[in-house]
């Protein structure tokens, strides 16, 4: 496969802190030598571990975004031992339309992994992630949210990657993240994902999903803002804990999605009324709500249920829904 074609005036190993800008060339009608200039910043002094942090994944997720940006601007040289890089609006086409996807391709970043450098401009990112970034990096963060679709409690989050040895220490990470709630995701199915590459480059991957609504829920970023710093710590690369200084991390409670089970999908087109609330503990066969169809006011009204025990994590934040919408999600606590 041929070398990424997006380049960059940052020299990521170079002494101090730079803030510039990846460059994917784009050539369109209003700017035949045009590119792409997506954000990009890198903090380093000496040796020490590479903790590579990312938001914008998606582009309508935004706790991650405010998270990043802010840390660009305190975080100095002297505060640390080692390199953060940050990529703050990921799939920048996405991020600065406020979409999921990106306007220009309808690519989804995060199931464009491990990406083309000859394909559209979202297959290109992931590229180069997958082929420069990942390769420097000791540690991902990943920040997402749920975006405009989806609301979720607030949450940091690892993946089961099968090598026990990077599972413990990914789970020793989101422990001294410190998130409320955390979840372990043990059952996902899209090789595409973000967290194949991280697997394959044996990284420790950090996600989250801090809110959602397509607005900026405040606990997410909080619970971000000290969990950054947390994790920088627990890797040994922030070393000013006084100037960063955050509550110790909270006994966690930890839990898991373990199956498909724990899903509600919409059986029909219509208008969603929900009958419970983000953080409520359901039961096998409760009803999670009803779809009603308001353009047939007379068809009586189809009521979804659940189909696991567990706590309601994330629901569906838009009323209407088309056959096959995620309605809602659940998570159980983790028995190891």
Same mark, same amino acid.
């Given at each position: 496969?041929?070398?990424?074609?997006?380049?960059?005036?940052?020299?990521?190993?170079?002494?101090?802190?730079?803030?510039?800008?990846?460059?994917?060339? *784009?050539?369109?009608?209003?700017?035949?030598?045009?590119?792409?200039?997506?954000?990009?910043?890198?903090?380093?002094?000496?040796?020490? &571990?590479?903790?590579?942090?990312?938001?914008?994944?998606?582009? @309508?997720?935004?706790?991650?975004?405010?998270?990043?940006?802010?840390?660009?601007?305190?975080?100095?040289?002297?505060?640390?031992?080692?390199?953060?890089?940050?990529?703050?609006?990921?799939?920048?086409?996405?991020?600065?339309?406020?979409?999921?996807?990106?306007?220009?391709?309808?690519?989804?970043?995060?199931?464009?992994?491990?990406?083309?450098?000859?394909?559209?401009?979202?297959?290109?990112?992931? =590229?180069?992630?997958? /082929?420069?970034?990942?390769?420097?990096?000791?540690?991902?963060?990943?920040?997402?949210?749920?975006?405009?679709?989806?609301? *979720?409690? #607030?949450?940091?989050? $690892? =993946?089961?990657?099968?090598?026990?040895?990077?599972?413990?220490?990914?789970?020793?990470?989101?422990?001294?993240?410190?998130? #409320?709630?955390?979840?372990?995701?043990?059952?996902?199915?899209?090789?595409?994902? !973000?967290?194949?590459?991280?697997?394959?480059?044996?990284?420790?991957?950090?996600?989250? +999903?801090?809110?959602?609504?397509?607005?900026?829920?405040?606990?997410?970023?909080?619970?971000?803002?000290?969990?950054?710093i947390r994790a920088l710590t627990h890797f040994g690369v922030l070393t000013n804990t006084e100037?960063?200084?955050? &509550?110790? !991390? #909270?006994? $966690?409670?930890?839990?898991?999605?373990?199956?498909?089970?724990?899903?509600? *999908?919409? &059986? @029909?087109?219509?208008?969603?009324?929900?009958?419970?609330?983000?953080? +409520?503990?359901?039961?096998?066969?409760?009803?999670?709500?009803?779809? =009603?169809?308001?353009?047939? &006011?007379?068809?009586?009204?189809? +009521?979804?249920?659940?189909?696991?025990?567990?706590?309601?994590?994330?629901?569906?934040?838009?009323?209407?829904?088309?056959?096959? @919408?995620?309605?809602?999600?659940?998570? /159980?606590? *983790?028995?190891?």
């Amino acid at each position: 496969m041929a070398a990424s074609r997006i380049w960059t005036e940052i020299d990521f190993a170079a002494e101090g802190k730079q803030v510039g800008y990846l460059h994917l060339p *784009y050539s369109v009608t209003r700017s035949a030598y045009g590119t792409l200039a997506m954000p990009v910043a890198v903090v380093k002094n000496g040796a020490g &571990p590479t903790v590579f942090m990312m938001s914008g994944n998606h582009g @309508d997720e935004y706790e991650g975004q405010v998270t990043l940006t802010k840390l660009i601007r305190r975080l100095d040289p002297d505060d640390i031992a080692g390199r953060v890089i940050f990529l703050p609006m990921a799939n920048f086409p996405a991020a600065q339309a406020g979409l999921r996807v990106s306007p220009l391709d309808d690519g989804n970043l995060n199931r464009s992994f491990p990406g083309d450098p000859d394909a559209g401009p979202t297959a290109q990112i992931a =590229h180069y992630i997958d /082929t420069v970034l990942l390769t420097l990096a000791d540690v991902w963060l990943d920040l997402h949210s749920g975006g405009a679709s989806l609301d *979720y409690v #607030p949450f940091a989050s $690892i =993946h089961v990657s099968g090598d026990a040895d990077l599972d413990a220490r990914a789970l020793a990470a989101l422990k001294a993240f410190g998130s #409320p709630i955390s979840m372990i995701w043990s059952f996902f199915d899209d090789p595409r994902l !973000a967290t194949g590459s991280a697997h394959k480059h044996k990284l420790i991957y950090l996600g989250s +999903e801090l809110g959602g609504t397509g607005s900026v829920n405040p606990a997410g970023v909080k619970i971000c803002d000290e969990g950054v710093i947390r994790a920088l710590t627990h890797f040994g690369v922030l070393t000013n804990t006084e100037k960063f200084a955050v &509550p110790a !991390a #909270p006994q $966690i409670r930890l839990t898991e999605l373990a199956g498909r089970d724990y899903y509600v *999908y919409a &059986p @029909d087109a219509g208008l969603f009324e929900p009958y419970c609330v983000l953080g +409520e503990e359901v039961k096998n066969g409760q009803i999670a709500g009803a779809l =009603h169809f308001n353009d047939d &006011p007379a068809r009586a009204p189809v +009521e979804v249920p659940f189909r696991h025990d567990g706590m309601l994590i994330c629901k569906r934040h838009f009323g209407r829904c088309e056959r096959g @919408d995620c309605l809602a999600h659940l998570a /159980t606590d *983790y028995r190891g």
